[in-house]
Every structure is written in C-alpha cells, then in structure tokens.
C-alpha cells in the first residue's frame, strides 16, 4: 500500500489517466486488460505483476477502497502513446459534431445498423464491427456502449445521416405562422411529408426511435376524421395541438372535433402542445412509457 509524498508529483488514478490521454475511461481499462498490466476480479480492478513493473500500485481511500494509481510519466509510455494516436470516439462526440445529444447519435447508429438496442444497452452489429466500432462494457452499471475511431468522423453516409438528424431538429423549431401559411412540405427521414416543421420533427423522432406510426390516420368512425399520427401495435393516437392562429377556421374546427372523438370514444392519445417541442425526448419518453411502449 502507497501514501503519497507532498513534494512528489501527484500519481494518477486509471480514470484520471484515461482523462489524461482523452481516452474513454472503460476503454482504457479494457486495453490495460489487454496488455496484462490489470485484471478484473469480483471485487473490483487488481495489478498483474507486469501492471506493477510498469509502475502501478494500490492506494486506499475511506471514500473509494483501495484502488490504482500510475505514476504521471507513464502518460509517455509507447503502449499509451500509440493508444493515444488511435483515439476512439464515443457518440457523444459524435454527436457534437452536429449539435444532438449521444443518445440521438446512437439511434442514428442504430438506422445505419451499425448498432443494435437491448435490455443491456447500445450493442455491436457486424456492420458497426467492419467499420472498426469496439464494444465496451460499464463496470459499475454494466450497460453495453461502443467506442469508434476518429476516421468515423470522415464516413460520407455517417456524416450526411447525422446532419440530416440535426437539421430536423433545427428546422422544426421554427414554428413561424407563415410556414403554415405557405403550406410548405417537410419530408422526415422515413419519407413521410408534413405540412409543417413541428409534425416534421415528431415524425422523425418516432422513426429514431423505432416506433412503427402511420401518419394523417383515419379514424376508426364515420366522419372523415384523421390523426396526426397512431401507433398500430399499441392502438395510440398522438395528436399536435398548435396555436389555432396558425389554423384556417375549417382545419381548427375539424381539430376541436376531433378532440371531441378521442374524448367521447375512449381512445388513447398523447397530446403535444408547441411548448413540448424543446424537450421532446423527455416528454415522449414519458408519455410512452405511461402506456407501456418501450423506448431505445
């Protein structure tokens, strides 16, 4: 067990390391692994032999255990060095890029199938493999990620689709009265069109997602009455109710009907309002787990 010396320069914790080398924290640890300089027991990280002839040793602390620390020079090791010159990414910086959040640049992984959501996390597709993606497991969450290298920053069909994504969000929320008024066509990712940004930018989200919709869905009664959007394998309507400054008096009173309908016949719906638009994640999350549909 180690102390440290005050005049001595401070040792470094493998997470610290990792942020030394702006490395992915679990992508450090996996490649020590590799090279043999630690391994993982039940209780936690432990030094090889090698680990230790590299410099590494324990130190305790009464908040986090005994744990790892190296000395700061080991930054300069050839094997860290090169580690360094084959950075990996994380989709959260990819989502950077773009200006979308990681859980947004996963999805767009996920429509490239490069990536595969389950119960354990963002997994692995062979596609995603050949395109040098390196899966990596949490250690206190265990919740599967993947890492990829900086070249994926120059993949064209990447690079396009992440934009794409980024410009939806962008245009949706510009809900001017005059886009209304020019009936203007917004078409989403999935190829269906819109008559304004706000449909646009739900419809995308839904597809990200991976929620089957269909769009302007009749309804299932005698008048000539349609949806915004519904959920075939749940039997759920979602319905934007935007400002009715935005409406002509014909479309806001088949709207008000239509709010009738849903009231009178019992149907599920999810109701979005303009303000929903600026934490749409959140709010759909929500709603569609309140009624059991399951969200990547």
């Known amino acids: 067990m180690s102390s440290f010396d005050d005049g001595a320069p401070q040792k470094l914790s493998t997470s610290a390391l990792a942020k030394a080398l702006e490395l992915p924290s679990q992508q450090l640890f996996s490649t020590l692994k590799d090279y043999g300089w630690i391994k993982k027991l039940e209780e936690g990280w432990a030094l090889t032999s090698k680990g230790e002839f590299e410099g590494g040793e324990y130190v305790h602390s009464k908040r986090y255990g005994r744990y790892i620390v190296w000395p700061p020079e080991i930054t300069?090791?050839?094997?860290?060095?090169?580690?360094?010159?084959?950075?990996?990414?994380?989709?959260?910086?990819?989502?950077?890029?773009?200006?979308?959040?990681?859980?947004?640049?996963?999805?767009?992984?996920?429509?490239?199938?490069?990536?595969?959501?389950?119960?354990?996390?963002?997994?692995?597709?062979?596609?995603?493999?050949?395109?040098?993606?390196?899966?990596?497991?949490?250690?206190?969450?265990?919740?599967?990620?993947?890492?990829?290298?900086?070249?994926?920053?120059?993949?064209?069909?990447?690079?396009?689709?992440?934009?794409?994504?980024?410009?939806?969000?962008?245009?949706?929320?510009?809900?001017?009265?005059?886009?209304?008024?020019?009936?203007?066509?917004?078409?989403?990712?999935?190829?269906?069109?819109?008559?304004?940004?706000?449909?646009?930018?739900?419809?995308?989200?839904?597809?990200?997602?991976?929620i089957a919709h269909a769009c302007n869905r009749q309804l299932p009664v005698e008048e000539n009455i349609t949806a915004d959007f519904y959920l075939p394998a749940h039997q759920l309507y979602i319905e934007y109710w935007h400002e009715p400054s935005a409406e002509q008096s014909g479309s806001l009173a088949k709207r008000m009907r239509r709010r009738e309908i849903y009231q009178q016949s019992g149907f599920k719906v999810i109701d979005l309002e303009p303000a929903d638009l600026e934490q749409l994640d959140e709010v759909m999350t929500k709603q569609l787990r309140h009624y059991g549909v399951r969200v990547i």
Not at 175 to 202: C, M, R, Y
Request: with cysteine; hydrophobic share 40%; aromatic share 6%.
């Open 76 to 210: 300069e090791h050839p094997l860290l060095q090169a580690l360094e010159d084959n950075r990996h990414v994380t989709a959260t910086e990819l989502g950077k890029t773009v200006g979308i959040n990681a859980r947004e640049a996963n999805r767009v992984l996920a429509e490239l199938g490069w990536l595969r959501h389950s119960i354990q996390g963002w997994e692995l597709t062979p596609s995603g493999e050949s395109k040098g993606g390196i899966q990596l497991e949490n250690d206190n969450s265990g919740i599967l990620y993947v890492v990829w290298p900086q070249s994926i920053l120059d993949d064209a069909v990447l690079k396009r689709q992440l934009q794409n994504v980024a410009n939806v969000y962008s245009q949706s929320m510009v809900l001017a009265d005059d886009l209304f008024e020019q009936q203007t066509e917004f078409v989403s990712i999935d190829g269906h069109i819109h008559s304004n940004p706000a449909l646009l930018k739900i419809c995308h989200w839904l597809y990200m997602a991976g």
